[in-house]
């Protein structure tokens, strides 16, 4: 997000998973923090404040703060309240985001369908004993979760980033770590509160082992039929989202 990329607007903060009413929410928070009504690092009216001068629910308002704290344009502190993080200086960085921001979820789905069968692929042959020591750590940690989506959403992460430095290909990386930021920033974590209980999070928990198995045994073709199954299931959850 820089006055260097394209045109910043609200509308980079435009949501294929909240409805109409969130959306106008968005659009106006995310106008008074750009233009500077909000500045950085100051804190939010209140939940209650903010609904009242919008005329709109609680949960409403809720719902947008959740979208601008996965955006990385505001921040929630405990106790404290809500506070700006958005910066308006070109970074590169923040130019990369503005196009993770301006991408639906079918384009991230499209993106990963590009990306992680060869991601997967190559990091089956090309993980160390070490990679594999350390995924199987993480492999631990994901499935100590039991109803904490955010922890959940967090291991998940982790997991895929180390799956793609384990291709031993930086740029494919970087590709992908991109596509994790587009995943925050587009619809994940309203959709993922929706749908991760705890029964989805121990079904996901099982195909992750799967995962790890094939690509701990160094069977590519078992590894990657996986992640064409998983990105099949995931592209169902999401329509019955549309």
């Known amino acids: 997000m820089s006055n260097n990329t394209p045109e910043v607007t609200s509308q980079i903060i435009a949501s294929h998973s909240v409805g109409a009413t969130v959306q106008v929410v968005l659009d106006r928070l995310f106008a008074q923090i750009k233009n500077e009504e909000y500045p950085l690092d100051t804190r939010l009216p209140s939940e209650r404040a903010l609904a009242a001068e919008l005329g709109v629910a609680r949960n409403t308002v809720r719902e947008a703060l959740d979208v601008l704290e996965a955006r990385n344009v505001i921040k929630r502190r405990p106790g404290s309240g809500s506070f700006v993080t958005y910066r308006s200086e070109p970074s590169v960085e923040n130019a990369d985001l503005s196009v993770a921001f301006e991408s639906s979820p079918l384009d991230h789905l499209v993106v990963r369908g590009i ?19 350390d995924l199987e750590q993480l492999m631990s940690e994901i499935e ?13 992460e982790n997991i895929y980033r180390k799956i793609a430095a384990g291709t031993r290909n930086p740029l494919l990386a970087s590709c992908y770590n991109l596509a994790i930021e587009s ?50 299931e995931e592209q169902k959850l999401l329509l019955q989202d549309l």
């Open 183 to 232: 995943c925050r920033a587009s619809f994940r974590t309203t959709l993922l509160r929706r749908h991760l209980t705890p029964k989805r999070i121990l079904e996901y928990q099982q195909r992750y082992n799967t995962l790890f198995n094939a690509i701990a045994s160094r069977d590519v073709e078992r590894a990657v039929e996986f992640i064409k199954l998983h990105l099949i």
């Open 115 to 133: 990306l992680e069968p060869e991601m997967v692929r190559l990091a089956v042959i090309n993980m160390t004993p070490r990679d594999i020591r």
């Open 144 to 156: 100590a979760v039991r109803t904490d989506v955010a922890e959940f959403i967090k291991c998940e």
